[in-house]
Structures are given as structure tokens and as C-alpha cells.
């Protein structure tokens, strides 16, 4: 199973562009890379998934380099309702279908 | 009304209760999942269907059992509660024909054996 790993917590300030990296260093050729938001007392929410380059939604982009053992999730100037814990997965096949989150990177934006 | 509906929302048992915990989804999807969430960590998966008819294990499953009863629902017990169950559970839904493998959540159950 591919493990991912990504800083316990990030802090930033309103306005700014926020990355927030994860390594997957066995991910698998089937496998995609997707990421969650999740406010306190909330289930998690989807953000955007991607496989390869880089793909933008309404929300965030997404980096994902050639050997895509990285990716990096990208939020353009945050606001202070963007302060949530962030969690990658590899998901895929190669995880038997199953969606493992870890222990996701908690961000605080400040005014 | 929600697309995932969990019950109860809260719920306050004795240590060696049997406790039944309910998820039901009006999405259509195939697969559900329940998870556990205790305070300032992830989300860990307890066991997960990928159809009525499949019951898999996840990643902390002991003391804790489930029931696909039908596609829409999904329903964990604890047999015999003990305070380390003591925590937020989570039901989810995706759709293993989606080429997008997004997970819907429930409000989530909020748990404390006592």
C-alpha cells in the first residue's frame, strides 16, 4: 500500500497562496493522488484529484511532477474559512479500493 | 435532506452496552465505509462494503462489527462498548463507477462510552 506523508500543520496568513506537500514514495502505476478538506465536527469534503501535471478547479490546483512520488496541493490567497485539516490519498486498485487517510496537514490562516 | 444520514448524532452509552451505530445513503453507491476520528488525529477505517454481499476489514476493526443490510445502508456495532471507543465516527459513500473516487460523509456520530 502506498503511505503518504505530509506535514502536521502549516500556518499562513490571509491573502497568501498556501502549498501544502505530500510524498507517496510507492505510489503505483494505477493509482491516482486526491485530496480532502475537513472542518472541525465535519466529515471530510473532496477538493480535487488528479494523476498527472497538474489539474485546477474552481477551489485549488494540484502539482503532481513526473515520477509522482510528490504532489502538492496549491490554495491561491486564503481566507480564514479556509482553516481546516487537509489530507492526501492514494487511491486506486493497488490500495484494494480502499480510502486511507492519514493524519493530514492542519492549516491555520490568520487575519 | 442529506445525501449520507447517520444515527444518532450523539450518543452517551455505558461501558459493556451493546451499541448500534446507522448509515444510510439516498446516493446509489456501491461502497461504504466507517471511520473513527479521535481528537487531533485522522480518520482511521474501521471496515468497508464495496457491495451487499462484501464485508472487508479495515484498519482497526477489532471490537467492532458491521451489517450491509442493503445497498443504502451500512451499520456499525460496538458489541461491548468500552471507553476507548470514546470518539467521532464517520460514515461514507463513493461509487466505484465514477472515474472520480470521491467520498461522501455523513454529519458524523459522536460517541462517548462512559
Known amino acids: 500500500l502506498a503511505k503518504t506523508t505530509q506535514p502536521i500543520s502549516m500556518d499562513s496568513y490571509e491573502g497568501q497562496e498556501v502549498n501544502i506537500t505530500c510524498s507517496h514514495n510507492?505510489?503505483?502505476?494505477?493509482?491516482?493522488i486526491t485530496w480532502y478538506q475537513q472542518f472541525p465536527s465535519q466529515g471530510p469534503r473532496f477538493i480535487i484529484q488528479?494523476?498527472?501535471t497538474k489539474v485546477t478547479n474552481e477551489v485549488a490546483s494540484l502539482f503532481i511532477p513526473a515520477d509522482r512520488k510528490s504532489s502538492t496541493l496549491s490554495l491561491p490567497r486564503v481566507s480564514l474559512s479556509d482553516t481546516a485539516v487537509y489530507y492526501c490519498?492514494?487511491?486506486?486498485?493497488?490500495?484494494?479500493?480502499?480510502?486511507?487517510f492519514g493524519q493530514g496537514t492542519e492549516l491555520s490562516v490568520k487575519p | 435532506d442529506a445525501d449520507v444520514t447517520q444515527t444518532p448524532r450523539n450518543r452517551i452509552t455505558k461501558t459493556g452496552k451493546r451499541i448500534m451505530l446507522e448509515c444510510s445513503q439516498t446516493?446509489?453507491?456501491?461502497?461504504m465505509y466507517w471511520y473513527r476520528q479521535d481528537p487531533g488525529l485522522g480518520l482511521r477505517l474501521i471496515y468497508y462494503?464495496?457491495?451487499?454481499?462484501?464485508?472487508n476489514k479495515g484498519e482497526i476493526s477489532d471490537g467492532y462489527s458491521v451489517s450491509r443490510q442493503a445497498q443504502a445502508k451500512f451499520s456499525l456495532s460496538l458489541e461491548s462498548a468500552i471507553p476507548n471507543q470514546t470518539a467521532l465516527y464517520f460514515c461514507?459513500?463513493?461509487?466505484?463507477?465514477?472515474?472520480?473516487?470521491?467520498?461522501?460523509f455523513g454529519q458524523g456520530t459522536r460517541l462517548t462510552v462512559v
Open positions: 510507492n505510489i503505483a502505476t494505477n493509482d491516482y
Open positions: 462494503s464495496f457491495d451487499v454481499k462484501d464485508i
Open positions: 488528479g494523476y498527472k
Open positions: 490519498l492514494v487511491v486506486g486498485d493497488n490500495q484494494g479500493g480502499k480510502l486511507i
Open positions: 446516493k446509489g453507491h456501491d461502497r
Open positions: 461514507a459513500t463513493s461509487d466505484s463507477l465514477s472515474a472520480r473516487t470521491e467520498a461522501f
